[in-house]
């Protein structure tokens, strides 16, 4: 038999039982279907993030923490030891150890460190515009270098005396500003509150409207005058030895180091007693979160593939039996073993790709609806954010993969019809 | 005179000339079998359904196999025509010892020089009449063009190329089973085996089924082994074999 008339005769013993072949497939579809979906999501995040982290610059930073501490605070199951002159803080009962004027000197003093400050943190409690409207919002530093996608106007300034304020794409509208465009140069009002509860007033100019990137998810971005300002009123009247506390140093690094030398500088770092990331690192850890989701994402396709495989093993068993007569005619014919053998795995595999194929399909285009509606509502801002991606060369691998999975399946039942004896299977009533 | 003789092969190729300027075709001896014994099972089920039979079976015979029913007719006829091999003794097609061809050489043999018709039909109903006579071609790896062309042809010559195109499943009996006999000549073979062809059929049916065959044995030359309980149909053929028990009990010539 030729190979041509085994997949064209394969293809239609697969719908002699339509209803049997429907529900084996929709096992396979729902496998290949959520493969399809996960991987459209982790190809379309991965590659707005390399997209990002390509253009995020201020790739000399690093961000310096106490060991032990991470950015959701320290929640020790041990008790551990208190060592004299360490500073703690406690926000909503997680404590945090802070870095203090010795640690800044000993990270400046490490060779490959070009600078290092305090990341001064402030909290001020609104911003108002043009209607007085009151909102509040996240401060942040920023940093020099660091790539800002604006909307309008530039970047900030820390060398100048002025007091500076990149605004996100969804502030200019809610403060009373016309547009974007009208809000660069315009005055807004920060407010904060001091040590004794004192509401403070400063007044920032706004110099560029940013869109809303990955990056831009820390809140509006203040230059250092601005920063200082709020700070010293932050901490109006309090001790100096409780002022120069903070849990995050900044620090720039030499940039002609290259990425050996950098680890060995964190590794230096971080015998010292102090976790080093650099911005990169930072977003590799997002990239790694959403690596691990669509890891246990697929591991379900594969359990749902799993499963598919035991439906084409079931009814490729039930069609051999069925078929019996039929397999004994064709091999009394002179048809060999072999090609019976054939004929049935190409039936499993035609499962497998009819299976993939129409839930591949069906996963692109949940993909590129579900990407289309996204896009349009809560992932506006996020210029250039495509929710999923699907090159076509990874759902040619993941119909292939199954391909093979149903073929595998296949063997048994296609083996069992392959040893039938014709004589048996003539006699079979 | 038999091959299995010959101490050697080339003493063989010598007698095989010889046997074919001997013998004219219509004498030269097709299937034959030698002290051919078939025993099911094993130990104490073990159940001895043939026993030591000989036989020689000329080119352009009919044979029909006769006997009570479980006396060994089906497990004789599946062993001429190489789907069963016996337990003991041996058989020789064209000469040539069948225990010696592979697996291969075997499945070429049935599929190019033995035609099958069977008391069950063995039509995939939900193929066309033409599907259902093409697949020993198709088995064959013959082109399509051409398969349809020889399984149009088949179909003409049992009075069938009108119904073509239809399903398998449309067909009285009779059609039916004229549409076995057209695939099982449609590889233009040298021996038809046929189990009980009219055993599912009414007399008059039957009788068109039985002149069908007999024309082809008439016209082409084919050998027909055929196993039957209907006695008109027995003494139609040339010669009868009844069995009883396993055993040849006589063997009559018409
Ligand atoms: N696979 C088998 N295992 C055990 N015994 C078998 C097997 N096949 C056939 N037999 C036995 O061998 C004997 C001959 O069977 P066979 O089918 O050749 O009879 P038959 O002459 O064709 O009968 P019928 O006219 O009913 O078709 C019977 O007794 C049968 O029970
Ligand atoms: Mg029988």
């Known amino acids: 038999m030729k190979l041509i008339d085994i997949l064209q005769t394969a293809n239609s013993n697969m719908f002699r039982s339509r209803l049997r072949t429907f529900l084996t497939i929709i096992a396979i579809f729902i496998g290949a279907f959520t493969l399809t979906l996960t991987n459209g999501i982790g190809a379309g995040v991965a590659s707005y993030i390399d997209e990002q982290l390509g253009n995020i610059g201020a790739k000399d930073m690093l961000i310096i923490q106490p060991k032990n501490s991470n950015p959701f605070g320290e929640s020790t199951s041990t008790p551990q030891k208190y060592e004299e002159g360490q500073s703690v803080t406690n926000t909503g009962g997680i404590s945090m150890t802070l870095l203090n004027q010795n640690d800044l000197d000993k990270i400046r003093s490490t060779p490959g460190i070009v600078s290092a400050d305090f990341d001064i943190s402030v909290a001020p409690n609104y911003i108002s515009g043009p209607n007085s409207d009151k909102f509040k919002f996240t401060a942040s530093s920023y940093y020099d270098g660091v790539n800002i996608s604006l909307k309008a106007g530039s970047i900030p300034n820390n060398h100048t005396d002025e007091k500076q304020i990149l605004l996100t794409s969804d502030f200019p509208t809610v403060l009373g500003f016309e ?55 932050q901490t109006e009247g309090l001790p100096a030895d409780a002022t120069n506390k903070q849990p995050i140093i900044t620090a720039r690094f030499d940039q002609s ?40 994402l697929n591991f379900f396709a594969g359990i749902a593939l799993l499963a598919a495989s035991f439906g084409i093993v079931n009814t490729l068993l039930m069609a051999v039996q069925e078929r019996t007569k039929e397999i004994g005619l064709m091999k009394a014919m002179g048809m060999s073993s072999r090609k019976v053998f054939l004929l049935f795995s190409t039936e499993a595999m035609l499962l497998g790709f009819w299976g993939s194929l129409i839930g591949s399909l069906a ?17 506006k801002d996020l210029v250039g954010f495509e929710l999923t991606s699907f090159p076509l060369l990874s759902i040619f691998v993941i119909m292939f993969i199954i391909m093979m999975i149903a073929f595998l399946a296949g063997t048994l039942p296609a083996r069992r019809a392959s040893k039938k004896d014709p004589i048996e299977a003539l006699r079979y009533e | 005179m038999w091959v299995s003789s010959q101490p050697n092969t080339e003493a063989k190729s010598i007698v095989k000339i010889d046997v074919l300027i001997y013998n004219s075709r219509n004498h030269m001896s097709v299937i034959s079998a030698k002290k051919i014994t078939r025993v099911y099972g094993k130990k104490e089920s073990a159940f001895k359904a043939l026993d030591n039979i000989n036989l020689d079976i000329k080119q352009g015979e009919s044979i029909a196999i006769i006997g009570k029913s479980g006396s060994g007719k089906s497990t004789l006829m599946h062993l001429l025509a190489l789907l069963d091999t016996p337990t003991s003794g041996s058989l020789f097609i064209n000469d040539q010892d069948s225990g010696k061809l592979s697996k291969k050489e075997l499945d070429n043999l049935r599929n190019q020089s033995f035609g099958f018709v069977f008391q069950q039909f063995f039509l995939n109903s939900n193929n066309s009449v033409l599907e259902n006579v093409i697949l020993p071609l198709k088995i064959a790896g013959m082109d399509r063009k051409d398969r349809t062309k020889r399984g149009l042809e088949a179909l003409r010559s049992v009075d069938l190329a009108d119904k073509a195109k239809n399903k398998a499943s ?63 149909l027995a003494k139609r053929c040339s010669r009868q074999i009844n069995l009883k028990d396993g055993k040849v009990i006589n063997r009559g010539k018409k």
């Open chain 1, 363 to 379: 996963g692109v285009t949940v993909g590129l609806v579900a990407n289309k509606v996204a896009t349009d509502t809560f992932l």
């Open chain 1, 179 to 233: 547009s974007p465009e009208k809000a660069i140069g315009q005055n807004v009002s920060v407010g904060i509150k001091t040590p004794t509860g004192e509401q403070k007033v400063v007044y920032a100019k706004v110099v560029g409207v940013q869109e809303k990137t990955l990056m831009s998810m820390g809140g509006l971005q203040l230059n250092s005058p601005l920063i200082s300002e709020l700070h010293t009123l």
């Open chain 2, 170 to 232: 449309d067909l009285s009996g009779g059609q039916k089973q004229r549409v076995c006999i057209a695939r099982a000549l449609i590889n233009n073979p040298s021996i038809i085996f046929a189990d009980e062809p009219t055993g599912n059929l009414d007399s008059q049916t039957g009788n068109k089924i039985e002149n069908l065959l007999f024309k082809l044995n008439k016209e082409q030359g084919i050998t027909l082994i055929i196993v039957t309980h209907d006695d008109e």
């Open chain 1, 257 to 296: 180091l290259n990425d050996k030398q950098l680890e060995q500088l964190k590794k230096t770092l971080n015998e010292k007693g102090y976790n080093a990331i650099t911005i990169e690192d930072q977003i590799g850890i997002i990239k790694q979160v959403i690596d691990a989701v669509i890891a246990v």
